[in-house]
């Protein structure tokens, strides 16, 4: 089977990424692990296939690197609105289904392969205080835990120790690494599914922004993060300890197209 895909990342958490609207592609656990490693197939952190809805502009169905199909993944959200203008869907603000229900996407600036692309997230109100860390689910399950610098932590190991902890368990969750100085964060995030330390993870740095404004005597509306592979913007609207109006905002890249035969 020949599949025709493009190649993107944001914020160096890349994926390949498949128009699916003809519905001709129904892979396996074990295809898509084979299209995302780095060594044998193409390599990527996830998959994502567009498809059509009949409520929506389209339909974004996302798949971890590990072949499992994912939860929500802001950066992939972000990454298959860009997408979704090569191929041609062109609104000014485009309407998506996810495995957690709707999105919205806009594409703020495009210039050849490089665009700054904005996407919503669901409603937070998830939130789970703990001495010492917190678990908050935008989409995707997170752990979060501030430190003065977390450079100086074994993110690998520390990170897949909290992933598969039996307190998380079945499912497991992501966990993140943060620094905080007012709204601006440094976060790094070992990702499940993925199994690594991933270069940003868009649902991950809007649960560190979540979290230091829970922990924040001057409470911010935007917080600006830098991760491994670059910068974004999270946004937000908040009532009580509920968070609304939630957005998740930077570069996106369009790295290569391509195609490749599977069995």
């Not at 210039?111 to 904005?118: A, P, Y």
């Not at 109100?125 to 935008?138: C, L, M, S, W």
């Not at 924040?216 to 009532?239: M, R």
């Amino acid at each position: 089977m020949k599949i025709a895909f493009s190649k993107y990342h944001g914020t160096g958490n890349d994926f390949i990424i498949v128009d699916n609207r003809n519905g001709a592609f129904n892979l396996t656990k074990e295809q898509i692990n084979f299209i995302c490693d780095r060594h044998l197939g193409i390599g990527a952190d996830g998959l994502m296939l567009l498809g059509t809805s009949t409520s929506h502009d389209f339909e974004m169905k996302y798949y971890n690197a590990d072949g499992g199909e994912g939860t929500m993944c802001g950066n992939g959200g972000r990454c298959i609105t860009a997408f979704a203008r090569q191929v041609g869907i062109k609104a000014k603000e485009v309407r998506f289904l996810a495995i957690d229900g709707e999105h919205k996407g806009q594409v703020l600036d495009h210039n050849n392969n490089d665009f700054v692309v904005k996407v919503s997230l669901r409603n937070i109100f998830i939130i789970n205080k703990y001495p010492g860390y917190f678990v908050i689910d935008t989409g995707s399950p997170h752990y979060i835990e501030f430190h003065d610098d977390p450079d100086q932590i074994d993110i690998y190991n520390q990170g897949k120790k909290i992933r598969w902890d039996e307190r998380f368990q079945p499912e497991g969750l992501n966990v993140n690494f943060v620094r905080q100085e007012g709204n601006k964060l440094l976060v790094r995030t070992f990702e499940r599914g993925v199994e690594d330390i991933t270069l940003s993870c868009g649902t991950g740095v809007t649960a560190a922004a979540v979290a230091a404004d829970l922990r924040s005597e001057n409470q911010n509306s935007e917080y600006f993060i830098h991760t491994f592979g670059g910068d974004l913007k999270v946004s937000f609207k908040k009532n009580g300890e509920q968070y609304h109006n939630v957005w998740l905002e930077g570069p996106v890249k369009h790295v290569f197209d391509g195609n490749i035969e599977i069995s």
